[in-house]
């Protein structure tokens, strides 16, 4: 088991700038890819970005160059989304999710709540 803790959300003015967090505990040795999703009010959950465990970054179109997925080099445990020149069409609850690999399959996919990030003047 997994468990994510999610923190970093909030309110921001367009333009602004915000940095996610999500610790990962429990059963985290081995392959894995840990990835950034978000579910806009009506909208069905997407990915923003993913992290494999060997650095491998990818990042949805819509926010390439303005956000950028990356794991704390002192606590591999850490995952982090830095967000900048956040627009309106960003606010979203935004999910941390961890997939335990095992042999090119995903044996594990875990979720943390998520935590809110509002764009608005």
């Known amino acids: 088991q997994v468990q994510l803790v999610e923190s970093g959300g909030g309110s921001v003015q367009p333009g602004g700038s915000l940095r996610l967090s999500c610790v990962a505990s429990g059963s985290i040795d081995g392959p894995n890819v840990m990835g950034w999703y978000r579910q806009a009010p009506g909208k069905q959950r997407e990915v923003v970005a993913q992290?494999?465990?060997?650095?491998?970054?990818?990042h949805i179109d819509s926010v390439r160059g303005r956000f950028f997925i990356s794991r704390d080099s002192a606590a591999e445990n850490t995952m982090y989304l830095q967000m900048n020149d956040l627009k309106v069409e960003d606010t979203a609850v935004y999910y941390c999710n961890y997939k335990s690999i095992t042999l090119l399959k995903i044996t594990g996919d875990y979720w943390g709540k998520g935590t809110l990030v509002t764009v608005s003047s």
């Open positions: 992290l494999t465990s060997g650095d491998k970054t990818t």
